[in-house]
């Protein structure tokens, strides 16, 4: 199976803490999406194995029409062989839900909606610069559980400059008492370049200690686990059957064609990065000029993406994917993790105990390989 990811480059207005592409000027969104087409026309031959997800990214993909992404899904289909059971996400921001969209999203064969909640709270979300308030936040999940969407999630985020254990608890308490079948729980990151990096650097905002936000984390599986979510990556709580394929297969190294402006793509050993400017992308597929960067993996690049995103799944990482033996050449980290408790090594798979999520992406570094080493 391969996957197609689809950005969607606009938002109604800048969260302080985002990093990702996008642009709150909606003048050039019918351009925007004509090259967009004409990208996944230029790109038809470029997916091998049937697609056994799509998913639109941004951004804020439910900003676009029902008319836009069904046009999308249905370029999708017939550009590529998408599999008949295809998982078809649609992230989506509560204050753009109403029961018509969700049905409408349906009939275009939209079966997952991954809904950028993030907080419950009134003040955290003024804070964060969210479009959405708490009524929409809960309305939202409300409408979305009884619309026959085949399967939803939503996002919360922990680690907030302030946040209690209770507050937290109280988040934690509201998703769970709306039924949410999957959770991604994110714990805050200051990003160079954001409003918040600035408001740090400015000492306008401190943001908590590791202690406070390692004890968030403990409550996190603490109360997914009691509900019966499965803790299948470190961010991502799901119930049997509501795991996000999309994420599962981009862990587990599937290629995948990223579509739109910043979007990157992978292939198996080629990964791929298309310019993060709108006006630029329009340019070049309008004039056929090129608007990607791309580089080849080596086997220790590979080995060491292969450590970093499969050590962040329960599964773990499949010894078989290590192209090189990281596990040798780094014996001594995997002896003092596996003694202290971190890392199991066994049946084929190295993966990381429930205290050695809260280290996971310190691990993975520390077994990383270079390509000229012995
Ligand atoms: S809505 Fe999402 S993509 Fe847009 S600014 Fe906020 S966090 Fe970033």
Sequence with gaps: MSGIYIHIPFCKQACTYCDFHFSTSLKQRDAMLHAMQQE????????????????????????????????FIAQAKSTFQVDANAEVTLEANPDDITSERLAAWRSIGITRISLGTQSFREDRLRWMGRAHTAEH???SIDL??????????????????????????????IALDHGVPHLSAYCLTVEPRTALAHQVKQAMVHMPGDDDQSAQFDRLMERMETAGLDHYEISNFGK?????????????????????????????????????????YIKALDEGTRYWEQEILTAAQRTNEALLTGLRTSAGVAIERLEVDA????????????????????????VLTKAGRHFADRIAADLFVSDDAG
């Design 40 to 71: 996944v026309n230029s790109r038809s031959s470029e997916l091998d194995a049937p697609v056994g997800t799509i998913y639109f990214g941004g951004g804020t993909p439910s900003l676009m029409s029902e008319q836009e992404l069904g046009s």
């Design 137 to 139: 936040a809960l309305a």
């Design 144 to 173: 979305i559980a009884k619309a026959g969407i085949a399967s939803w999630t939503i996002d919360l985020i922990y680690g907030l400059p302030g946040m209690t254990l209770e507050e937290w608890d109280e988040q934690l308490t």
């Design 240 to 280: 049997p059957g509501h795991h996000s394929r999309h994420n599962t297969a981009y862990w587990e190294g599937v290629p995948y064609l990223g579509i739109g402006p910043s979007a990157h793509s992978f292939n198996g050993t080629t990964r791929r990065w298309n310019v993060s400017n709108n006006a630029r």
């Design 327 to 350: 596990i040798g050449r780094n014996s001594s980290a995997v002896e003092r993790y596996v003694s202290s408790g971190h890392l199991v090594l066994g049946g084929g798979r190295l």
